[in-house]
């Protein structure tokens, strides 16, 4: 089994930044990648970021990169997405997943564990 606990959520005004992290606990030494979802009120869980994690290769999701960087510290098997230049759209919960199977990191089925959310919220 593995745990994953999300930090660093909260309200900030539109132009700032925040920086979440995710904790993984418990059986990681099968990671195939981590990533960050996100689901805004009455939305699909959409993919924000990811990385493989024996290459360290990067995804982003689709309008993100530059805004947006994922990053990983691999002895504290925890990773992190700063997000700046945040806009109200961004407002979501964002959920760290954990992938222990090989699959298209873009899709939620290939992670088999999910952490509880950490809630973003952008004021205009």
């Known amino acids: 089994q593995v745990q994953l606990v999300e930090s660093g959520g909260g309200l900030v005004q539109a132009g700032g930044s925040l920086r979440l992290s995710c904790a993984a606990s418990g059986r990681t030494v099968s990671t195939y990648a981590m990533g960050w979802f996100r689901q805004a009120p009455g939305k699909e869980r959409e993919f924000v970021a990811a990385?493989?994690?024996?290459?360290?290769?990067?995804y982003y999701g689709d309008s993100l990169k530059g805004r947006f960087t994922i990053s990983r510290d691999n002895p504290k098997n925890t990773i992190y997405l700063q997000m700046n230049s945040l806009k109200p759209e961004d407002t979501a919960v964002y959920y760290c997943?954990?992938?222990?199977?090989?699959?298209?990191?873009?899709?939620?089925?290939?992670?088999?564990?999910w952490g509880l959310g950490t809630q973003v919220t952008v004021s205009s």
């Open positions: 997943a954990l992938a222990t199977v090989s699959g298209n990191v873009y899709y939620k089925a290939t992670y088999n564990y």
């Open positions: 990385i493989h994690w024996s290459s360290g290769y990067i």
